[in-house]
């Protein structure tokens, strides 16, 4: 690309210099209790892991482990809570509390942001323009609907669940955070939250400012720990509904549980989705669309565009458009802000990317990564494309959950839709066209709870988000995202 625009003789030099963004507004403490009854604990247990930075493998502290005690004491903390204090509150003051965290995140964005970027590998970039400012308006989302349940449910008697049990994972973990706390607390709900295991620091940052916010104690307890801790929290006798984000093995396991004790659940588990690009599409603004959703999150994404099926008449020509693009995406240090793509979020993440690629190749499907060079230090993986991959090839099916596209191609509409369905999961998909009834037709026919249309990864707090067949069920975001944390009943007679 260089070559095209260099007059001869003259030699651009068309590196970005690096713009760090400082860590210093960030304080990590060298350890972390557990956060219960409105205080930092120390666990039971007496355990705790060690917490590590992805871009450069330091320590950044040690995270205590909760057990079935400490879980069963966040459990109690959080029934007293929601029995004496916030389930009787009303929702005209609920609503400041939740108003309040909303403010205080974007107050203290940047911090959230770069505690985000150093715990996670994400680029910054991701973390100050996504993350954070999407948690902090499902707050204000909630907080407005805290005082008009009534509408959101007319006609019906609305009351919490009660103590609802949640556990995330690590590719969002202040975002998913905010997915799960503030609709459980605008319903009159308290919590006990399970952040993933290798991202933690900004949970426990968020309990900091739930201090300083003075939310009553109680109402939100975060037990950190691994799966042993999760399980215990599914395990617990006294949580009344159950929440869980993460992948679909774990989700089945939890939905067997949930079943056998008649606990309510919503599962938000992983994903497969197909850009679907017809010859009629603007294939630049495709380009663009392709790359960022599944380059620059590192392929963290569950919703991850991580297949692409282009019509065959212009599968070469975007291909080829494509790594011309991926040429130019920075991968690197992720508190550069000039960074596209960051580190993996784990040494274990990135031998689970290495070993599907390895299948990719040894099935016969045709690899490439732009040459770039990757820091000596920390977990990296080259953005790669597949090219000649059939439907029945792993990568084709499997979530790979890092930096790695499938392409495959499609004739007729009917073989798209065909193509894109023909998964386990069910989350998203992406239609680039210029025929808007091709839009219609192909958001009616294809199994994904979120169609975007010539955009991806949109999210707003007001449109529902989850999936279909093994990408989970019940929806985050929205009116639908409430309904899971009320109980409804009829009226009673004579009241409206
Ligand atoms: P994971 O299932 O391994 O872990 C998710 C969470 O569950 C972590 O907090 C983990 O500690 C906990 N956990 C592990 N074993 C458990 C058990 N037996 N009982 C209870 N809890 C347990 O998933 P992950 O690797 O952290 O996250 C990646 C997965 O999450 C991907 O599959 C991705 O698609 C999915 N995801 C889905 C969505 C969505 O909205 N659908 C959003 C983000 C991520």
Redesign the pocket.
């Known amino acids: 690309m260089a070559d095209a625009i260099e007059p001869a003789g003259v030699k651009f030099n068309l590196e970005y210099a690096p713009a760090l963004e400082s860590t210093s507004i960030v304080k990590i403490d060298a350890e972390y209790g557990l956060f219960i009854g409105g205080k930092f604990v120390e666990p039971k247990s007496g355990e705790t892991f060690a917490t590590v930075s992805p871009s450069t493998e330091e320590t950044l502290a040690r995270i205590s482990s909760a057990s079935a005690a400490d879980v069963d004491r966040a459990v109690k903390a959080a029934r007293k809570a929601q029995t004496e204090i916030w389930g009787p509150m009303s929702g005209r003051d609920r609503a400041k509390y939740l108003f309040r965290i909303a403010r205080q995140l974007q107050e203290r964005a940047r911090e959230f942001a770069v505690l985000e970027t150093i715990d996670g590998g994400k680029p910054i970039r991701e973390s100050r323009d996504v993350d954070v400012p999407l948690a902090a308006a499902h707050f204000f989302y909630h907080a407005g609907w805290a005082d008009k349940l009534e509408y959101a449910f007319p006609d019906r008697r609305i009351a919490p669940k009660g103590v609802v049990g949640q556990?995330?994972?690590?590719?969002?973990p202040l975002l998913?955070l905010a997915?799960k706390v503030a609709p459980a607390l605008a319903t009159g709900n308290t919590v006990v939250l399970?952040?993933?295991?290798?991202t933690s620091l900004t949970a426990l940052l968020f309990a900091q400012l739930l201090q300083d916010i003075d939310l009553p104690p109680g109402v939100v307890n975060i037990v950190t720990?691994?799966?042993?801790?999760?399980?215990?929290?599914?395990e617990h006798k006294d949580v009344d509904k159950l929440a869980?984000?993460?992948?679909?093995?774990?989700?089945k396991?939890?939905q067997r549980?949930a079943a056998a004790r008649g606990v309510p659940l919503t599962?938000?588990?992983?994903?497969k989705a197909a850009h679907i690009v017809f010859e009629d599409a603007a294939l630049d603004q495709a380009v663009e669309g392709v790359i960022n959703g599944i380059y620059f999150n590192q392929g963290?994404?569950?919703?991850?565009g991580s297949r692409l099926l282009v019509q065959e008449s212009i599968a070469e020509s975007f291909v080829d458009r494509l790594k011309n693009r991926l040429a130019t995406v920075r991968v690197g240090n992720p508190l550069d802000k000039n960074t596209d793509v960051g580190a993996i979020n784990s040494a274990e993440?990135l031998g689970r990317i290495t070993e599907l690629v390895a299948a990719g190749v040894a099935e016969g499907a045709e690899l490439y990564q732009p040459e770039c060079s990757l820091p000596d230090r920390g977990y990296w993986f080259r953005p790669t494309i597949f090219t000649n991959v059939q439907q029945s090839h792993r990568i084709a099916r499997e979530?790979i959950?890092g930096p790695v596209l499938s392409v495959l191609t499609f004739r007729t509409p009917e073989e798209a839709v065909a193509k894109a369905n023909d998964t386990q999961y069910g989350?998203s998909a992406g239609i680039w066209t210029e025929k808007g009834s091709k839009i219609l037709w192909m958001a009616n026919e294809l199994d994904a709870g979120v169609v975007w249309a010539n955009t991806f990864n949109q999210f707003d707090a007001a449109s529902p988000?989850?999936?279909y067949k093994e990408?989970?069920f019940g929806r985050?975001g929205g009116l639908q995202g409430l309904a899971p944390y009320v109980s409804l009943s009829s009226p009673k007679r004579g009241s409206r």
Do not use: D, R, Y
Not at 225 to 234: F, M, N, R
Not at 244 to 251: A, D, E, L, Q, R
């Open positions: 556990i995330i994972p690590w590719n969002f998913m997915w399970k952040p993933a295991e290798t720990g691994a799966g042993a801790t999760g399980s215990a929290l599914v869980f984000t993460g992948s679909t093995s774990v989700g396991q939890i549980s599962l938000e588990l992983g994903g963290h994404v569950c919703c991850a993440q979530e959950f989350l988000f989850g999936g990408s989970g985050e």
